[in-house]
């Protein structure tokens, strides 16, 4: 397993640059920084999702998340 580096993504030569491997798991980890002025800071909100690829193409293990799941405050 190679691991991901989510705060270097314009690249890491050497270390960081390996092709998909058929037949292999793989977590993909997104994330996005959003900055909150009334907070004056900027929050991360990180997500990860898992898939197979089997050689030929990548696929989700249940499917691709495409809404966000809100907790309510009590």
Excluded: C
């Excluded at 991360?44 to 990548?58: P, Q």
């Amino acid at each position: 397993m190679t691991p991901g580096m989510w705060d270097a993504q314009q690249g890491v030569a050497g270390s960081g640059d390996y092709p998909l491997t058929a037949n292999t798991a793989y977590s993909i980890v997104l994330n996005v920084a959003v900055d909150i002025p009334e907070w004056g800071n900027s929050i991360r909100v990180m997500l990860e999702e898992n898939g197979y690829f089997d050689g030929n193409k990548f696929q989700y293990f249940d499917g691709r998340q495409t809404e966000l799941h809100l907790i309510k405050s009590p």
